[in-house]
C-alpha cells in the first residue's frame, strides 16, 4: 500500500498525523487542506475535491483525514481511486480516539488543541475579529452569547505538542467568560487505524472509484446524541 497510497488532510491535526506517520516509518504523500474552510462548508467540499481530482491515477487509495465537517462531504466524488475516511462527524473524536469517548464529554464541553488554537477559523482567533468589528464591549457580550452552553474548556493532551503553554493560552481567552478550564488525554487511535488498513465498516467509509458520498453517510457519521461521534 505504501507505493499507491497517498493523503488528503486538514492542517488542524497537521501534528497528530506526522507524530503517527513518524511512528509507523510511514511515508505517503500529504495535501494540507486550510483549516480555516471549515467555516464554509462548501469552500471546503470543493477544495478537498480539486485536491481529490488533482491526485495522480497511480495512487489508487486516497486516506482523508477529516470529520464529516458539517455535511461538507455529501456528493464528493470518488473519480479514479478509493476514498477512505473515518466516521465521525468532525475531529474531536480523532483526537480522543473514538465516537465513545467524545460522546462521554457530553454537549457542555469546548475542546481545542494546539492545531485548532492556531488555524484562521478558531473561537480564540475570532475574539480579535470580533473586537474590531463590533467594538469590545459588544464583541464580548457576542462571544458570550455564543459559548453561552458551555460549562467547561478541554485542552486535548494528544503528546504532540506543549500543554502547558496551549492550556496558559486557552485560560486566557476562557478568563474572558467565566469558564474553567482542564486538559484531558488525547489518542491517536483512529490516525493509526485509519494508516494500518483493514477499515471497520462500523468506523470507517470506503468509497470505491467512481462512487460518491452521500447524505446517509453524513447522517451516520453525525449519529451520536450530541450531532458528534
Known amino acids: 500500500m505504501e507505493h499507491d497510497t497517498c493523503i488528503i488532510a486538514c492542517e ?4 497528530e498525523l506526522l507524530a503517527v506517520m513518524e ?9 494540507w487542506i486550510d483549516a480555516g474552510k471549515h467555516a464554509h462548508p462548501e469552500k471546503l467540499r470543493i477544495s478537498v475535491q480539486q485536491a481529490i481530482d488533482n491526485v495522480p491515477p497511480s495512487y ?9 465537517c458539517g455535511n461538507a462531504f455529501v456528493d464528493m466524488e470518488a473519480r479514479r481511486h478509493s476514498l ?6 468532525d475531529c474531536i473524536p480523532i483526537f480522543i480516539g473514538s465516537r465513545k469517548e467524545r460522546e462521554s464529554y457530553g454537549s457542555g464541553t469546548y475542546f481545542f488543541t ?11 482567533s475570532d475574539t480579535a475579529r470580533f473586537y474590531r468589528s463590533y467594538g469590545e464591549k459588544r464583541g464580548l457580550s457576542i462571544l458570550k452569547r455564543m459559548m453561552g452552553h458551555y460549562k467547561d474548556f478541554a485542552v486535548i493532551d494528544t503528546g504532540t505538542f ?12 476562557a478568563g474572558l ?13 483512529i490516525i493509526d487505524a485509519l494508516l494500518a488498513g483493514g ?20 447522517i451516520r457519521a453525525a449519529g451520536g446524541p450530541y450531532g458528534e461521534v
Open 12 to 15: 488542524t491535526l497537521r501534528q
Open 23 to 31: 511512528h509507523r516509518g510511514c511515508a505517503y504523500p500529504v495535501v
Open 60 to 68: 489508487k487509495t486516497i486516506l482523508i483525514l477529516f470529520g464529516f
Open 84 to 89: 477512505v475516511l473515518p466516521r465521525v462527524a
Open 114 to 124: 494546539e492545531g485548532y488554537i492556531n488555524s484562521g477559523g478558531s473561537i480564540v
Open 162 to 173: 506543549d500543554v502547558a503553554e496551549v492550556r496558559a493560552r486557552v485560560e486566557d481567552f
Open 177 to 189: 467568560l467565566n469558564i474553567p478550564v482542564k486538559v484531558i488525554p488525547g489518542s491517536l487511535r
Open 199 to 218: 477499515w471497520q465498516d462500523d468506523e470507517f467509509l470506503v468509497v470505491e472509484p467512481g462512487g460518491r458520498i452521500t447524505f446517509e453517510d453524513s
